[in-house]
Each structure stands twice: as C-alpha cells, then as structure tokens.
Nanobody, 116 residues
Framework: QVQLVESGGGLVQPGGSLRLSCAAS????????MSWYRQAPGKERELVAT????????YYVDSVKGRFTISRDNAENTVYLQMNSLKPEDTAVYYC?????????WGQGTQVTVSS
C-alpha cells in the first residue's frame, strides 16, 4: 500500500533553516509528481511546492519562492523540502502528498515551528 513518511520538522528561530524529507513506498515513485502542503492552525491546507516525476519542473507558492527548494531522489524514493530564511508565518504542519489514479495520499505530517 501507499505510504508517505515525513521527517525533519522541529523548532527553529526566524531566519533559520530546516530540511524536510518524505520517504515514499507502494507505488512507482519516479512516475508521479510529489508535493508538499502545509496547514497552519485555523487555516486551510495550502500547496507549498510540487516537483514533477523526473524533477525537471517545480512549482512554488509565491510566499516561499526564493526561500524553499523542493527536490527528489528517485533512487531513494524520497522527496525533500529545503526551507531557508524561515519566518514565523511558515509555522504549520507540513504534509507530503501524491495523487494516484484520482486518490490523494498524505503522510502523517511533521510540525515546523518558527519562533524566537
């Protein structure tokens, strides 16, 4: 079955960096785009970044452009989100996502807290 397992969240000061990882299994990883979403308290879940199956194209929400980088290692079935210059408004639970045959799959989420 499809499994997505995120890791790498934590508490960081404003201006700091974190690298999130999502280990995927149960599907042909390199054939599918992968995405990171986030959900802050009291807000809807929003798309943060997407990367195509072979990693040629990426999309970023405007609020993270120039600060976050999505990448993938198809040999390791892992997608990453490098987050630099973190701001308090980046505080949220971050989720890994893949859409397979009209079904959305999510990981359990990893908490990112940006605070001094």
């Amino acid at each position: 079955q499809v499994q997505l397992v995120e890791s790498g969240g934590g508490l960081v000061q404003p201006g700091g960096s974190l690298r999130l990882s999502c280990a995927a299994s149960g599907f042909t990883f390199s054939s599918y785009a992968m995405s990171w979403y986030r959900q802050a308290p009291g807000k809807e879940r929003e798309l943060v970044a997407t990367i195509t199956g072979i990693g040629v194209s990426m999309y970023y929400v405007d609020s993270v452009k120039g600060r976050f980088t999505i990448s993938r290692d198809n040999a390791e079935n892992t997608v990453y989100l490098q987050m630099n210059s973190l701001k308090p408004e980046d505080t949220a639970v971050y989720y890994c996502n893949v859409d397979l045959r009209s079904t959305r799959y999510w990981g359990q989420g990893t908490q990112v807290t940006v605070s001094s």
